[in-house]
C-alpha cells in the first residue's frame, strides 16, 4: 500500500538528516506522497548546514536538497494552521519530524501547538498515527527527558539522532543514510539496506 508521510523539519542542528530521509521518500515505491513543513528556525539551520539560501521557497529548497525538482513532495507553510495536514481527517500515515529540537518536543509535550508542524504532529498523537521524533540535543536536561517520556506515553517513537557503527561506515553520508533507514523502519517503510544486527558468529561457541 502507498502511503502519504508528513516530514517535519525543525530548528534543531542536523538538517543533513531531513536531506537524505526526503531522497529517501521521493524514491520509495511505497510512498505516493510526502507532506512537508519546514519552521522559520529550520529554514536558518538548513542555510548554515547545507548552504542553501534561506530566502528561497520551500519548492526551490527541496530541490537543492535533493538534487532535482521533487516529485512527490508538497511543501506546506508553517504557519498555514488550515492546511489539509491540520485536520485528522485528513488520510496521513506516518509523520517524522526529523531533526526536532528541544523546544519542539516541549511544546508536543504541552499540547500548545503554535504552527502547522506542532499542529501535524499533534494530529498524529490524537490519531493514534505513527509519530518519529528525532531529537538532536545534548546533553539533555531533565525538562527535555521528561518532556520526551510524556512523548512516549502519548504513543509517539522517540528514536534521537544517534548514528550506529555496527556497518562500518566508509563517510559521514553513510552514517547518517544508515540511521535514516532506521527512521524508515519506524515510519513502517521497507528500503534497500540492511539494519538488522545479526550478530557476530565469530563470537559464537
Same mark, same amino acid.
Given at each position: 500500500?502507498?502511503?502519504?508521510? /508528513?516530514?517535519?523539519?525543525?530548528?534543531?542542528?542536523?538538517?543533513?538528516?531531513? @536531506?537524505?530521509?526526503?531522497?529517501?521518500?521521493? *524514491?520509495?515505491?511505497?510512498?505516493?506522497? =510526502?507532506?512537508?513543513?519546514?519552521?522559520?528556525?529550520?529554514?536558518? %539551520?538548513?542555510?548554515?548546514?547545507?548552504?542553501?539560501?534561506?530566502?528561497? $521557497?520551500?519548492?526551490?529548497? %527541496?530541490?537543492? +536538497?535533493?538534487?532535482?525538482?521533487? =516529485?512527490? /513532495?508538497?511543501?506546506?507553510?508553517?504557519?498555514?494552521?488550515?492546511?489539509?495536514?491540520?485536520?485528522?481527517?485528513?488520510?496521513?500515515?506516518?509523520?517524522?519530524?526529523?531533526?526536532?529540537?528541544?523546544?519542539?518536543?516541549?511544546?508536543?509535550? $504541552?499540547?500548545?501547538?503554535?504552527?502547522?508542524?506542532?499542529?501535524?504532529?499533534?494530529?498524529?498523537?490524537? *490519531?493514534?498515527?505513527?509519530?518519529?521524533?528525532?531529537?538532536?540535543?545534548?546533553?539533555?536536561?531533565?525538562?527535555?527527558? *521528561?518532556? +520526551?517520556?510524556?512523548?512516549? @506515553?502519548?504513543?509517539?517513537?522517540?528514536?534521537?539522532? +544517534?548514528?550506529?557503527?555496527?556497518?562500518?561506515?566508509?563517510?559521514?553520508? $553513510?552514517?547518517?543514510?544508515?540511521?535514516?533507514?532506521?527512521?524508515?523502519?519506524?515510519?513502517?517503510?521497507?528500503? $534497500?539496506?540492511?539494519?538488522?544486527?545479526?550478530?557476530?558468529?565469530?563470537? /559464537?561457541?
Amino acid at each position: 500500500m502507498v502511503k502519504s508521510i /508528513t516530514v517535519g523539519i525543525s530548528g534543531a542542528s542536523g538538517a543533513v538528516y531531513a @536531506q537524505r530521509l526526503l531522497m529517501q521518500l521521493e *524514491e520509495s515505491s511505497e510512498v505516493r506522497q =510526502i507532506n512537508l513543513v519546514v519552521s522559520g528556525p529550520a529554514r536558518r %539551520v538548513i542555510s548554515d548546514e547545507l548552504d542553501i539560501s534561506p530566502t528561497s $521557497s520551500v519548492e526551490d529548497m %527541496v530541490a537543492e +536538497m535533493i538534487g532535482r525538482p521533487p =516529485i512527490k /513532495t508538497i511543501a506546506f507553510h508553517a504557519g498555514d494552521i488550515g492546511a489539509a495536514i491540520a485536520s485528522g481527517s485528513y488520510p496521513v500515515d506516518a509523520m517524522a519530524i526529523i531533526p526536532c529540537s528541544a523546544s519542539t518536543i516541549g511544546v508536543l509535550a $504541552s499540547g500548545s501547538c503554535r504552527n502547522l508542524l506542532h499542529r501535524a504532529a499533534d494530529v498524529c498523537l490524537k *490519531e493514534n498515527r505513527r509519530l518519529v521524533i528525532v531529537p538532536r540535543e545534548t546533553p539533555l536536561s531533565t525538562i527535555h527527558l *521528561e518532556n +520526551m517520556l510524556k512523548l512516549r @506515553q502519548a504513543g509517539a517513537m522517540i528514536v534521537p539522532a +544517534m548514528p550506529a557503527f555496527y556497518h562500518r561506515p566508509q563517510d559521514i553520508i $553513510s552514517l547518517v543514510d544508515h540511521f535514516v533507514y532506521r527512521v524508515m523502519d519506524h515510519l513502517g517503510l521497507a528500503h $534497500s539496506e540492511e539494519t538488522v544486527w545479526h550478530g557476530d558468529v565469530s563470537h /559464537t561457541l
